[in-house]
């Protein structure tokens, strides 16, 4: 199995248990802190793609600052345009094994990938 990329925000609890989970599996994976380090747009769409072309589900519509943008109908282009502007809108946490991700909710949903 190559190595998993975890798309981790160390602040979030299901992200923090979701990763535990895999590590104490002996799962090798590569942590992306995408708060550090956020994801293009073009990434952002590929990650769409593998979640099954959907970036809804990537998407918090709880956060301030999905609020303030005002969108009460998104397209996609709009949600990824979101999430690439203010990456805190980026869902958590993702697994993704370069053909298929998953979001980790509940944390043992990332187990789909193993």
């Known amino acids: 199995m190559e190595k998993l990329t975890f798309y ?3 602040r979030c609890s299901k992200s923090r248990e979701a990763l535990a ?5 002996g799962i090798e994976v590569s ?15 590929a990650l769409a793609k593998r979640l099954g072309d959907d ?4 998407l918090r519509r709880d956060e301030p600052e999905w609020h303030a943008l005002g969108i009460a ?3 996609q282009s709009q949600m990824i345009d979101a999430i690439a502007e203010h990456p805190r809108l980026l869902q958590r946490p993702i697994v993704d094994d ?7 909710r509940p944390p043992h949903a990332v187990l789909q990938l193993i």
């Open 8 to 10: 981790h925000n160390p």
């Open 21 to 25: 989970l895999l590590e104490s599996r």
């Open 31 to 45: 942590v992306h802190r995408y708060l550090e380090d956020p994801l293009s747009r073009k990434a952002l769409l």
């Open 55 to 58: 970036a809804g589900q990537m």
């Open 73 to 75: 109908t998104p397209t």
């Open 98 to 104: 370069g053909d298929y991700a998953v979001i980790g």
